[in-house]
């Protein structure tokens, strides 16, 4: 079994994803409602589970009613929350409602979120819950040797903050994905192709990009002050000083953002080595999203 983001990827299309945070909600509609502007747009649609430690709604139902409603998404699974135990079993669900992407990351201290007062869990690191979703599809047991009848079918992803490799730069985190059972990464933002270039160059030159599709991090910055305090709070984002004078200058700087955001990933596409561009404005929210797509 392969997904069409895993299919895409293996056939060198150039494939779209963008990031939803779920609504702080118990019912579906806002959600539904946000899909429908990516809809024909993307390829996948990713869905935070809990981001910056804010809660929101379950990232396992969010994907598995994106999955009903004919949408491919990717569930973002974090370390933080959940035991082992839970998670296996969440895989399992997601996996049995038609989520079979799947996005593994160790998850925000949620002593800077909502409820600060929160227990974070970690029981597992990223590696592990990879690992652990690799042995499930492909050996269907579980760690303690119980059979899984069916074995759940995933497509596994990790993250990765994009770089200037220096002489001292590894990539051997990326290449331990690789052998946890990752397929794809998806990227912090980068707003910057010459760092594009040089990171997959690099990526190339390992082999990496032969057993991962590299898929970029980018989104429409709103102003100027935004690109500063990205560069100042976010780890290994740097917004081009280049760039923050553009958007100084502007007279409509959300809409020269959004332009810069469709020169990157018009600029990503002509890169041999990249699978593709992830699309995220959490500041701004999927209509920022969906104009961009507009106008690639």
């Known amino acids: 079994m392969s997904t069409r983001l895993q299919d895409s990827i293996a056939n060198k299309e150039f494939v779209i994803t963008a990031e939803i945070v779920p609504p702080l909600s118990g019912g579906a509609s806002s959600l539904l409602d946000e899909a429908a502007q990516l809809r024909g747009g993307v390829d996948a649609i990713n869905i935070t589970d809990a981001a910056a430690g804010r809660t929101a709604m379950s990232s396992f139902a969010a994907t598995a009613l994106l999955a009903q409603n004919g949408f491919q998404p990717i569930l973002q699974v974090t370390c933080r929350d959940r035991n082992r135990i839970a998670l296996a079993g969440d895989l399992l669900g997601a996996s049995a409602q038609g989520v079979h992407n799947v996005l593994v990351l160790r998850g925000d201290d949620p002593s800077f979120g909502d409820q600060p007062d ?139 953002g959004r332009r810069i955001c469709v020169e990157l990933i018009r600029g990503l596409r002509k890169i041999n080595g990249v699978a593709g561009a992830h699309i995220m404005a959490p500041a701004q929210g999927t209509d920022a999203i969906a104009q961009v797509l507009e106008t690639l």
Not at 123 to 135: F, I, K, N, P, V
């Open 118 to 256: 929160a227990k974070p869990v970690f029981d597992m690191e990223s590696s592990e819950l990879m690992t652990l979703a690799r042995d499930m599809r492909d050996t269907g047991r579980l760690p303690s040797g119980r059979k899984i009848e069916p074995p759940p079918e995933f497509f596994i992803g990790g993250a990765d903050v994009p770089r200037m490799p220096d002489a001292k730069w590894e990539s051997k985190w990326l290449l331990a994905k690789a052998d946890a059972g990752a397929g794809f990464i998806q990227t912090q933002f980068c707003f910057d192709l010459d760092v594009a270039r040089a990171y997959i160059g690099r990526l190339q030159e390992d082999g990496i990009t032969g057993r991962l599709g590299v898929i970029i991090g980018v989104g429409p910055i709103r102003s100027a002050k935004s690109a500063r305090w990205m560069n100042d709070n976010l780890f290994g984002v740097h917004v081009p000083d280049e760039t923050i004078k553009r958007l100084e200058s502007a007279a409509d700087p959300r809409a020269e």
